[in-house]
């Protein structure tokens, strides 16, 4: 039970990570690289803020707003200089490497200090004695004080977003990714319309970052590998959970349960067997198959209607001739 | 209003591609003119429009808007002056934003936009009057995502967003084109209602004749890069199709003979 209480609360911060990715990738048609980089640069710069003294909110904020230069840079380079998008981010992505272990320095950082949970899970200690019990299983009540406080950023980030989307401006950046001529044609620089998504999209990415930092008590600089491909498999597996619609709060709420589902999952496959080295292997093809699967079952239909056509017309061919 | 000054445009320049798209165009547009261009494929038409749009940057001249000198500015900073409709009838609007969505963005043009809501009841109120001039029922589809809509459905809003600001010159880029004859008549009657109505001084590029011989207050056929024929007043007013066939003989005949000429200089120093 105590997993399963842990898993949600990963799964919720991922769900984080997820909204982040769905901004890059679904509005603009990004799939933003810069998240591997970003992704341990908030855990990194949190971290080291706390170990500097500061508050657990200051040094939260701070490990967002590393987050947003990190894609302003990323879209700078993309818009400024006309590189590839996906370039642009492998550029940004490889440079933050070594920037964050300058932060840290050196390549882990335990957190021992208070974190933005630590509240949380004193009050829930407080009330609910060291372990409770959840559907007659025992769970330490500082798991659910963690549970409370990931599932309120996730949906603050959720509502948040969902409104943003929403207002004049964040309208103008999806009118972006849908069909950038017709935003400058209507007197907005696309451009600047990159800059900021990409900012905003790695500001979410590097609070994930910094969460899951101040969830498992340190950071590390290789935290942040295969966290791209992790947000895909959410954004995609949640576009079909609630199918193919366009509406902003479904695909919000798609991406979420998809992040969350799919912790679970690589949860119970672990749990069943699943070398944990090969879980990045296995999200991998999930996403492929994820992607590719849906037109290429599609195609498998049409062509085995074609196919029975084809007989029918045979037959009837045939059965021209003999008469 | 609108004034070209010794525009020059050469595309793929010192590749076997070369184009010399405009070869140096001087025009001007009078406040509230109405002006149909026409000409050969690649004579340099469409070029026209994006050089007073920004699409890319000129290799020389000037271009003027309203008295100010737009030639440096970015293709968004022009659009603040500049309304356009594509050839495209999908490239005006995008799919994914609902009818009231795409209405807002373009009724508010600007670079800065702002943390607020969208729409207001009276904005919208205002934009089903609009749409209700269409005649398609789109009035009631305002929330519908408009990639939902048909291509004359889009061209048809496209044209009322382009001039929802009343901007100073409109651009018509073969807006009907790409639609099917019943939906063209549908465009051109709206087009005609909307030029109008905002007073933009408007610069048309069609490819039909039947257009080019009934609409407008100008007219001017492009050749190679150049204006090759420029009629106003009584003398467009009088111009039928059929004059507008023989000009295109006229045209193509030229360019049989350039291509002749060429031949026979060539045989000349083989």
């Known amino acids: ?323 | 209003m609108l004034r070209l000054e010794r525009v020059r445009k050469t595309f793929n320049k010192g590749t076997a591609n070369e184009v010399r798209a405009l070869d140096g165009v001087d025009l001007e547009l009078a406040e509230g003119s109405w002006t149909v261009v026409i000409g050969t494929n690649g004579s340099g038409k469409s070029t026209l429009q994006g050089a007073v749009s920004g699409t890319f940057a000129l290799d020389a001249g000037r271009i003027v808007v309203a008295g100010r000198d737009v030639t440096s500015w970015p293709e968004h900073r022009r659009a603040t002056l500049v309304g356009r409709v594509f050839q495209d009838p999908f490239a005006g609007t995008a799919p994914e934003l609902t009818v009231a969505e795409n209405m807002a963005l373009a009724s508010n043009r600007r670079n800065l936009r702002s943390l607020l809501p969208l729409s207001t009841r009276a904005r919208r109120d205002e934009w089903r009057a609009l749409l209700r001039r269409i005649g398609l029922g789109l009035e009631d589809r305002l929330d519908d995502p408009i990639g939902l809509l048909s291509g004359g459905q889009r061209q048809a809003i496209t044209l009322l967003m382009a001039t929802l600001t009343r901007p100073r010159v409109l651009l018509l880029d073969e807006h009907t084109a790409a639609l099917d004859p019943r939906s063209a008549e549908l465009v051109i009657g709206l087009t005609e209602a909307l030029v109008r109505e905002s007073r933009s001084t408007t610069l048309m590029v069609t490819h039909s004749m039947q257009q080019a011989a009934t609409l407008g207050d100008r007219l001017i056929a492009m050749h190679r890069g150049r204006v090759y024929l420029d009629v106003s007043g009584a003398d467009k007013r009088t111009l039928g199709e059929g004059d507008l066939l023989a000009l295109f003989s006229q045209m193509r005949r030229d360019d049989a003979f350039d291509d002749e000429a060429c031949g026979l200089v060539r045989g000349q120093y083989r």
């Open chain 1, 1 to 323: 039970m105590s997993l399963l209480v842990a898993t949600l609360a990963v799964g919720l911060v991922f769900a984080v990570l997820a909204l982040g990715i769905y901004l890059s990738f679904r509005v603009y048609q990004i799939p933003d690289i810069t998240a591997d980089g970003s992704f341990p640069l908030g855990a990194a710069v949190t971290a080291r803020m706390l170990k500097e003294g500061a508050d657990p909110w200051t040094a939260t904020l701070a490990g967002v707003l590393s987050g947003a230069l990190a894609g302003m840079a990323t879209g700078f380079i993309h818009t400024r200089f006309k590189v590839n998008a996906i370039l642009s981010g492998i550029l940004v992505m490889t440079a933050l490497y070594s920037v964050n272990l300058r932060v840290m320095g050196s390549s882990n950082l335990p957190i021992t200090r208070g974190t933005l949970f630590t509240p949380l899970e004193e009050t829930a200690t407080e009330w609910l004695g060291r372990e409770t019990t959840l559907l007659g299983r025992p769970v330490p009540a500082s798991d659910l004080g963690l549970l409370a406080g990931t599932l309120a950023a996730a949906m603050l980030v959720a509502v948040a977003l969902s409104a943003f989307l929403r207002t004049e401006l964040g309208t103008t950046m999806r009118a972006t990714g849908d069909n950038a001529r017709m935003v400058r044609a209507l007197g907005t620089s696309t451009d600047r319309m990159i800059v900021l998504g990409l900012a905003l999209s790695n500001a979410l990415v590097a609070f994930a970052g910094s969460l899951f930092a101040q969830m498992q008590l340190f950071a590390d600089a290789q935290m942040g590998i295969g966290v791209i491909v992790f947000g895909l498999a959410s954004v995609i597996i949640g576009s079909t959970l609630v199918g193919p619609v366009r509406s902003v709060s479904l695909g919000i709420a798609g991406a979420i349960m998809g992040a969350v589902l799919f912790r679970l999952l690589v949860a119970i496959a672990i749990r069943l067997g699943l070398d944990a080295n090969d879980l990045k292997l296995v999200t991998a093809v999930v996403v492929l198959g994820a992607i590719v699967g849906p037109g290429w079952l599609r195609g498998l239909g049409r062509g085995r209607a074609k196919h029975a056509g084809g007989d029918a017309a045979h037959g009837k061919r045939g059965g021209h001739a003999s008469a």
